[in-house]
């Protein structure tokens, strides 16, 4: 077993039992070693870990074994007034209803069905929604006519 130190770059043993698959070739750097767990930062700006020294294997800067990663994809934001669809259909809005966005709330988006439905508002991750043009909103309205 190597000795870990602060700044080593690390990996999670893809042998390791009970290592989360999240973790799993991800490259990491030693912030902090415990008498039972060492805590680490991820280098990809994600989680940090912290997990037992026989666990890890420090990066030798070959490539990482484990899972093939998906690469996450960027965060699309929203701006009041913009028009979209659902990604999955809910209640009776199927996913050709058009929706308003009423907010982007950072974590969440606010849509509600053009036109309005009242008071009522869904909150939906931005992933789970489709940005529609304008072309589109009028090949549905006049569908609707």
Same mark, same amino acid.
């Given at each position: 077993?190597?000795?870990?130190? %602060?700044?080593?770059?690390?990996?999670?043993?893809? &042998?390791?039992?009970?290592?989360?698959?999240? +973790?799993?070739?991800?490259?990491?750097? !030693? #912030?902090?070693?415990? $008498?039972?767990? @060492?805590?680490?930062?991820?280098?990809?700006?994600?989680?940090?870990?912290?997990?037992?020294?026989?666990?890890? !294997?420090?990066?030798?800067?070959?490539?990482?074994?484990?899972?093939?990663? @998906?690469? #996450? #994809? %960027? +965060?699309?934001?929203?701006?009041?007034?913009?028009? +979209?669809?659902?990604?999955? $259909?809910?209640?009776?809005? =199927? =996913?050709?209803? $058009?929706?308003?966005? *009423?907010? /982007?709330?950072?974590?969440?988006? &606010?849509?509600?069905? *053009?036109?309005?439905?009242?008071?009522?508002?869904?909150?939906?991750?931005?992933?789970?929604? +489709?940005?529609? /043009? *304008?072309?589109?909103?009028?090949?549905?309205?006049?569908? #609707?006519?």
């Amino acid at each position: 077993m190597t000795t870990l130190k %602060p700044g080593d770059h690390v990996y999670v043993d893809p &042998n390791f039992p009970g290592a989360a698959a999240d +973790v799993l070739g991800r490259e990491f750097i !030693v #912030q902090k070693i415990n $008498p039972k767990n @060492v805590k680490c930062a991820a280098v990809d700006g994600g989680r940090g870990i912290n997990y037992p020294a026989t666990s890890l !294997v420090v990066y030798d800067g070959g490539g990482i074994p484990g899972p093939e990663r @998906v690469q #996450q #994809q %960027p +965060v699309e934001f929203f701006t009041a007034g913009e028009i +979209v669809t659902l990604a999955r $259909p809910w209640k009776d809005w =199927t =996913t050709e209803t $058009p929706l308003v966005v *009423l907010a /982007d709330k950072g974590r969440r988006v &606010n849509v509600t069905p *053009l036109g309005g439905a009242g008071d009522m508002y869904l909150r939906t991750p931005h992933v789970g929604l +489709v940005k529609r /043009d *304008l072309a589109w909103l009028t090949e549905r309205l006049v569908e #609707q006519a």
